[in-house]
């Protein structure tokens, strides 16, 4: 059971001169937690707005929920539950108030949801919406994101803004609700560390271009360290391994790469070398320039 | 079921389960019969994503180490591939690679490592 619910193909997106998007092809299935991470400006927000048809493929395809993103209707979006960037409330309303407001646009709203979400991010019923701090506007977003059980929520940097305890509870919560759900949910992200521990898909875009798109397990996988000692002679100048993906710091004694490569690999890259070699694994953190790298075009 | 995954780690998070579930098998301290926690349960427990949990399974399952039975919970299967012999020498030998490459690096004999490691073993460690 793994639903498409947004599809890109040959998805391309200018704004002027500046292309924001480039040619992306992907598809986002659920259940899912999907990591979407990339540098500052690398298209991360722009796709998300494609999402929800707030911005139209300036060439390419975008469906979401099975519709063109340019068709999609009440229907559609009420199956969407949104975080955007910089949230916006009805300054004059309490929190109380806001929420009610919204809560008319969704028959699915679920009054116990919101009951337990206020309390698990701890947010304040009656207080005004003005007075609010930028972490806790960001915690009224999320709330207001996930009470009508959407099954496709898009949240982009949401846990910028709050701190270490409400980020965790935040992250728990989001496991609740897709095993919940069934939700597929892509969340946006710098913040490496946080949401290494709660994805399992990521896609990663380098300058409007998709640099990776893969289980972030098999991402884990595939990649690795290898700290390289020489035995008996000095090391070459440079590795010409195929599996190689970067050298780093290199001397006649030891080297530091980055490497793609199955077992097998290691053992006749030992042999061929006379070198020991030390194996560590790369977490998110170290897979991102690589990633990155990729992408480049 | 006591399990300790590291989430930032790079050894992928699916592999971290289905090593420790292997090597408490192997080891006994799961029996034939026990009960296999829910994958919403562990979830709740570690932090992990239930797709993760869930891909863990289904290897363990594929290795026939554990068995779903239509309606039932998952529990550890009867004579497991991963109690042989051969099995607890392959988790062994996987696990002492950077022991190895520890003991190469200080010019220390396959022998002399072999001895520190049964002293280690016997707790008799000088």
């Known amino acids: ?297 | 079921m006591l399990i300790t995954i590291d989430l930032h780690s790079g050894v992928p998070a699916y592999r971290q389960l289905v090593d420790q579930i292997r090597l408490q098998v192997a080891g006994g301290r799961l029996r034939p019969g026990d009960d296999i926690p829910s994958t919403r349960v562990l979830s709740a427990e570690l932090g992990l994503n239930p797709m993760t949990i869930s891909r863990a399974y289904a290897l363990l399952e594929e290795e026939g180490v554990l068995e779903r039975r239509p309606g039932l919970a998952l529990v550890v299967r009867a004579n497991s591939r991963a109690t042989s012999a051969t099995s607890r020498v392959a988790q062994f030998s996987r696990a002492a690679r950077p022991v190895a490459s520890m003991a190469r690096q200080l010019g220390i004999s396959g022998k002399d490592a072999g001895e520190v490691l049964r002293r280690l073993i016997d707790n008799d460690e000088r």
């Open chain 1, 1 to 297: 059971m793994s639903d498409v619910m947004f599809e890109a193909s040959g998805l391309t997106k200018e704004f002027g001169a500046v292309t924001a998007l480039r040619n992306v092809s992907l598809a986002f299935r659920g259940p899912s937690i999907i990591g979407l991470i990339g540098r500052n400006a690398s298209g991360k927000t722009t796709l998300l707005r494609h999402i929800v048809g707030l911005q139209l493929p300036t060439r390419g395809q975008a469906r979401t929920l099975g519709v063109a993103t340019r068709r999609l209707e009440h229907e559609q979006l009420a199956r969407v539950g949104v975080v955007p960037d910089a949230p916006s409330f009805i300054t004059w309303m309490s929190v109380r108030e806001q929420l009610r407001y919204l809560s008319a646009f969704y028959p699915r709203w679920d009054m116990a949801r919101q009951a337990s979400l206020l309390d698990l991010l701890d947010l304040f019923v009656d207080a005004d919406i003005r007075g609010l701090s930028t972490g806790s506007a960001q915690k009224l977003a999320i709330v207001a994101a996930l009470c009508h059980h959407p099954d496709l929520i898009l949240l982009d940097e949401p846990v910028s803004n709050l701190d270490p305890i409400a980020r965790d509870q935040f992250l728990k919560l989001l496991l609740d609700i897709v095993q919940e759900d069934g939700a597929t949910i892509v969340i946006s992200s710098h913040v490496l560390h946080d949401i290494e521990s709660t994805v399992d898909w990521i896609v990663c875009l380098n300058d409007g271009v998709v640099a990776a798109d893969a289980a972030l397990d098999d991402l884990k996988d595939q990649y690795a360290e290898w700290r390289v000692l020489a035995r008996t002679r000095d090391l070459p100048d440079r590795f010409a391994d195929v599996f190689v993906v970067r050298q780093t710091v290199i001397n006649p004694r030891g080297a530091r790469l980055v490497v793609r490569a199955a077992d097998a690999d290691l053992a006749a890259f030992q042999r061929a070398h006379d070198v020991d070699v030390d194996v560590a694994p790369l977490n998110l953190q170290g897979l991102f320039p690589i990633l990155v790298n990729n992408g480049r075009h």
